[in-house]
C-alpha cells in the first residue's frame, strides 16, 4: 500500500538537451514544494541537471529511440531523485578525479562530482538496459525551542 | 535566458561581458568560439566578466577551463572578474579558484597583466 506521506511523479522524456533543461526546472520547482530552502534550491537541481546530461548525453547520445526515466518523490525526511537512461551502461568507479592534478585542467568529467558534492547520497543501478541513478536529500531537522 | 557576450578593449586587452547562463546547449560553444577567434587574431590577453552569469553546470565550468587553456597554450593570459557567490562556489568546489586569476573588479584584472 502506497504511503500517503509521499508524494511521487514520473516522467518519461526524449533524449534532447531541452530534456534537460526540463528536468532541471521540474526538481527546482518540486524541491520548492517539498520544502527546501532557497539556498538548497539551486544546487539540488544543478545536480539532477547534471544527472540528465549524464543519461541523454553519456547514457543515450542523444538517440531519439531512447528515453529518460525522471521520478521524484519526496516526504518528510528526504527528496529522492532517480533519473534512470537506455544507454550501454558505465562503471562509475572507473571516473577520473576531476581534482587529481592531472584532470585539473579537463574541459569536462565534473558532472557526478558535483551531484556528490551538492546530494546527500548518490547511487548507480545497472538495469537490464541502461543505467539508473538515485540522488538523495535529507531535510535538515529544525530545532523548535 | 540563454548567453550573450558583449566586447570591450582595455589598451590592448580585450574583456568579454558575459550574461545569462552558461551550460551544456547554451552558451557553452559561444565562449568557446569567441576565445578561439580572438587567439587567432593575436587579442591573447583576455578577461571573462561573469558579473552577469545567473547559472552554470559542469559543461560551462568545463568551457572556462578550455578558454583558459586555449589561451595559455598561444602564450596569452585570461583572467575572470565579478564572480557572484554561486559561481565564486563552483570555482572553490572544483579547485579552479587554485588555478585561475580572479580579481573583483575589471581595473583589478587589467592592472594584473
Given at each position: 500500500?502506497?504511503?500517503?506521506t509521499?508524494?511521487?511523479?514520473?516522467?518519461?522524456?526524449?533524449?534532447?538537451?531541452?530534456?534537460?533543461?526540463?528536468?532541471?526546472q521540474?526538481?527546482?520547482d518540486?524541491?520548492?514544494?517539498?520544502?527546501?530552502p532557497?539556498d538548497?534550491?539551486?544546487?539540488?537541481?544543478?545536480?539532477?541537471r547534471?544527472?540528465?546530461?549524464?543519461?541523454?548525453?553519456?547514457g543515450?547520445?542523444?538517440?531519439?529511440?531512447?528515453?529518460?526515466?525522471?521520478?521524484?518523490?519526496?516526504?518528510?525526511?528526504?527528496?529522492?531523485?532517480?533519473?534512470?537512461?537506455?544507454?550501454?551502461?558505465?562503471?562509475?568507479?572507473?571516473?577520473?578525479?576531476?581534482?587529481?592534478?592531472?584532470?585539473?585542467?579537463?574541459?569536462?568529467?565534473r558532472g557526478?562530482?558535483?551531484?556528490?558534492?551538492?546530494?546527500?547520497?548518490?547511487?548507480?543501478?545497472?538495469?537490464?538496459?541502461?543505467?539508473?541513478?538515485?540522488?538523495?536529500?535529507?531535510?535538515?531537522?529544525?530545532?523548535?525551542? | 535566458?540563454s548567453?550573450?557576450?558583449?566586447?570591450?578593449?582595455?589598451?590592448?586587452?580585450?574583456?568579454?561581458?558575459?550574461?545569462?547562463?552558461i551550460?551544456?546547449?547554451?552558451?557553452s560553444?559561444?565562449?568557446r568560439?569567441?576565445?578561439?577567434?580572438?587567439v587567432?587574431?593575436?587579442?591573447?590577453?583576455?578577461?571573462?566578466?561573469?558579473?552577469e552569469?545567473?547559472?552554470?553546470?559542469?559543461?560551462?565550468?568545463?568551457?572556462?577551463?578550455?578558454?583558459?587553456?586555449?589561451?595559455k597554450?598561444?602564450?596569452?593570459?585570461?583572467?575572470?572578474?565579478?564572480?557572484?557567490?554561486?559561481i565564486?562556489?563552483?570555482m572553490?568546489?572544483?579547485?579552479?579558484?587554485?588555478?585561475?586569476?580572479?580579481?573583483?573588479?575589471?581595473?583589478?584584472?587589467?592592472?594584473?597583466?
Amino acid at each position: 500500500m502506497a504511503d500517503p506521506t509521499t508524494s511521487r511523479v514520473h516522467y518519461s522524456l526524449d533524449s534532447t538537451l531541452a530534456s534537460i533543461n526540463t528536468v532541471e526546472q521540474t526538481v527546482h520547482d518540486y524541491a520548492l514544494k517539498a520544502g527546501f530552502p532557497e539556498d538548497e534550491l539551486c544546487n539540488i537541481s544543478l545536480a539532477a541537471r547534471e544527472a540528465a546530461v549524464n543519461a541523454v548525453v553519456h547514457g543515450n547520445r542523444q538517440n531519439a529511440a531512447k528515453k529518460v526515466d525522471l521520478s521524484l518523490e519526496f516526504n518528510d525526511q528526504a527528496l529522492t531523485i532517480r533519473i534512470a537512461d537506455q544507454g550501454e551502461g558505465f562503471d562509475p568507479d572507473s571516473l577520473p578525479d576531476p581534482l587529481a592534478p592531472e584532470n585539473i585542467l579537463r574541459g569536462s568529467g565534473r558532472g557526478i562530482f558535483l551531484i556528490r558534492t551538492f546530494m546527500d547520497e548518490l547511487k548507480f543501478r545497472r538495469l537490464a538496459s541502461g543505467t539508473e541513478l538515485t540522488l538523495v536529500k535529507y531535510k535538515k531537522i529544525s530545532k523548535s525551542t | 535566458m540563454s548567453m550573450k557576450i558583449a566586447t570591450h578593449k582595455v589598451n590592448d586587452i580585450t574583456v568579454l561581458d558575459l550574461s545569462g547562463r552558461i551550460t551544456l546547449g547554451e552558451g557553452s560553444v559561444q565562449l568557446r568560439e569567441t576565445v578561439r577567434d580572438l587567439v587567432a587574431k593575436g587579442q591573447k590577453k583576455i578577461v571573462l566578466n561573469l558579473g552577469e552569469v545567473t547559472y552554470m553546470d559542469s559543461s560551462g565550468v568545463g568551457e572556462l577551463v578550455t578558454a583558459y587553456t586555449t589561451v595559455k597554450n598561444q602564450g596569452g593570459e585570461l583572467k575572470l572578474v565579478n564572480l557572484t557567490k554561486k559561481i565564486e562556489d563552483l570555482m572553490a568546489i572544483t579547485k579552479l579558484a587554485t588555478v585561475f586569476d580572479i580579481h573583483d573588479d575589471e581595473a583589478k584584472a587589467v592592472a594584473a597583466f
